[in-house]
DNA sequence: CCGGATAAGTAAGTGCGGTGAACTAACTAA
DNA sequence: TTAGTTAGTTCACCGCACTTACTTATCCGG
């Protein structure tokens, strides 16, 4: 996958491809297959790859030296033969940081290992900054986590509330006030780092599709927080839109005749999903609370529907408050979108909640720098 | 674009890449630039590949001798300097064959060269044909719009209607009663030349995202025909979608107290947008055709606004009969979509009709053979 | 009309990366 | 011990694009 064009990173093939670049690919091959599967033998991964043992031991060789690799033993069981040498990911020769700036009053970030477990949190408090300052702001945290690790950092992975666009500068972020803020270019700078910047819902959908239980067929990523917003995996890459803003389907609308929304148009998908709003709406007084969750469940599928059918969709995964998503609702949307959908779109479809929690931007983010330098997720 | 898995080729990389590998895609890079920008120097093309100028004699010099580009002299204006020989796709070096499977009493195909001009037309009536004989009819089609040019054959390109699947088996075509059927397999097999199989909104949309006047950004063609069926390139790249079946929106539901559906649901899209249907509307007594027209096209908004949304598409291309299509039905749909979802989506989206008429699904199909013999697209 | 500048295209040699063939190493089976 | 199997390495080779250095062909300024 190449969600993000790494900031001052040679740029991806599209355009002619060198030898060099095909060392680096087969190199991310084998990386991935150690990431997916674990430990192998070289021998293994030579056959896993196509590659020739040679050639595998090379740059096998070459990852050992970098740390990125290291040799684990034997195995157990024992058949004829020289017995093989398991090569695994060093998990922790390298470490990432990954942002969340999708809160409301805090930014928040994680030191995450190559395996994807996060190993520390920080979190610094807005306080209303805007503009410059937030960006002043997401440098401190990022400088302060790195002081958090004595290993070398791979790279920041960003996850930004707004439209980013594929070069990881920020469109449009009311809340920050950012607005064509070049963000990943601030931070490479200062940090003399590789940095990935993308939409916080895109994010998500990484760190769900690379950590999370989904399969290969496409997937779609719903947060549910003060906003709505989605984000999608089609064909095992993230989809960014023609000017960054897929997933943006808070501001649909689902009620013509409904609540006024901030955006100035009525009955936004956000009026009744947006989790300020739904608390408020189960705490209502004189309320049936699964049953006001299911109408807006009803609604939910209501413009999931389109949607399913249109990409052909495996998973929808909804992240968010779980006592409020994983019941009702969630039962609801589903058995909308089998209403309103063909046979053909809806059986392949699951739709769940996510697992990884609220971790899930964070990770994500890791999964950005991941796939970024090592061509991994 | 690397839309179908040829039959009986090697497979795109994915895995291991070769220096072959490298070769046909910088050759691929060359023939991009010379079927988008037409006729240019070897100088020229040296400067839009990054290629040295060796290099790309040496690639040019290849595709000379095997007549897919041609030396057309030097160009009028003198500067300083040799001045250079320009060299340009020879469109009728080879000759692709089309096939559409998607009328309902006939199957029809084009000879179509390298830059999508039909060169001539072909097609058989169907009686009928069902499962085996259906195929049988579509090989009788082939052969004889073969036996119609005396170029060699790049490949063969086939717009079926149903769900096909990324090797281009049918997975369901219900006119033809094709279930798993391997069509690219048999016809590969039978004719001993690539072929591609695509379902034909799928086609259809590849031929305007290649030769309509699309720009880069997500493309959707919506076919409106006996049925109501959608394909998107986004990215780029066709859309599959986890079992073949995107853009199967016929069948979502606009209206659940709308008329009973042949699918068993009740409002189906179909019900309103098939192009029966629109005639039968419009001709009723007593109505007011542009208003029923446009009350169809708002219903089309409201199905498609989530997609828009969710996608951040830059076109939406209505493919069908354009009396019916182009004037209020599009206007409503246009304005409903603009109504529903954010500026940030549909500001940068126009919605048309298609310039290309019924032809599309065929060029479309001879794009497909392009875009996987010679990586162009 | 003749050198000098500039650009297009060609020829020869270099380096990189992957390959196949053959080799060593380490083990099991009989 | 001998045969057979698997892992991993060494080495010579090949294909591809690169650099360097050239020829060819034109314009331009004196």
């Given amino acids: 996958m190449t969600p993000h064009t ?9 355009g002619k491809l060198l030898q060099e670049d095909a060392r680096r690919h087969h190199r991310s091959l084998l990386l991935q297959q150690l990431f997916r599967d674990g430990p192998a033998s070289r021998a293994d991964l030579a056959r896993a790859s196509a590659l020739t ?10 990852m050992v030296a970098e740390g990125l690799v290291t ?16 090569v695994g990911l060093a998990a922790d020769s390298h470490h990432i940081i990954g942002l969340d700036l999708s809160e409301t009053d805090s930014m928040s970030g994680a030191v995450v290992n190559l395996a994807g477990t996060v190993l520390a949190r920080h979190e610094v408090h807005v306080d209303g900054a805007e503009g410059e300052q937030a960006v002043e702001l997401v440098l401190r945290l990022a400088t302060e986590l790195i002081a958090m690790t004595d290993r070398p950092v791979l790279g920041i992975g960003v996850g930004s509330p707004g439209v980013v666009d594929t070069a990881g500068t920020v469109i449009d972020a009311p809340n920050l006030a950012w607005t064509d803020t ?18 916080d819902a895109n994010t998500a959908v990484l760190g769900e599709h690379t950590f999370g239980e989904s399969g290969d067929g496409g997937l779609m990523v719903l947060r549910v927080g003060t906003g709505v917003g989605a984000g999608f995996v089609l064909g095992g890459s993230l989809l960014h839109g023609h000017l960054g803003a897929a997933g943006e389907i808070g501001h649909v609308v689902v009620d013509p005749d409904g609540e006024r929304c901030a955006c100035s148009r009525t009955g936004c998908l956000e009026t009744v999903l947006a989790a300020p709003r739904l608390r408020r709406t189960v705490a209502a007084p004189g309320v049936d609370g699964p049953a006001a969750l299911a109408d807006v469940g009803r609604q939910l599928g209501e413009v999931l529907a389109p949607i399913v059918a249109a990409l052909n969709l495996h998973e929808i995964v909804l992240s968010g408050p779980a006592e409020l998503l994983d019941g009702p609702l969630l039962d609801a949307a589903n ?13 392949g479809l699951a739709v769940r909640t996510s697992k990884l929690g609220e971790d899930v931007v964070v990770v994500g983010a890791a999964v950005l720098v991941l796939a970024g330098e090592l061509g991994v997720s």
Same sequence: chains 1, 2.
């Fill in 71 to 86: 040799e684990l033993g034997a195995p157990e069981g024992s058949r004829v033969g020289k017995p093989p040498m398991l």
């Fill in 182 to 199: 070049p963000l990943a270019a601030r931070l490479a700078a200062a940090l003399d780092l590789p940095v990935f910047v993308a939409n």
């Fill in 335 to 347: 058995r909308t979108i089998r209403e309103r959908t063909m046979p053909i779109s809806s059986t």
């Fill in 6 to 14: 790494p900031v001052g990173r040679p740029l991806r093939p599209q």
């Fill in 53 to 62: 043992r040679v050639t595998v031991s090379d740059l096998v060789g070459e």
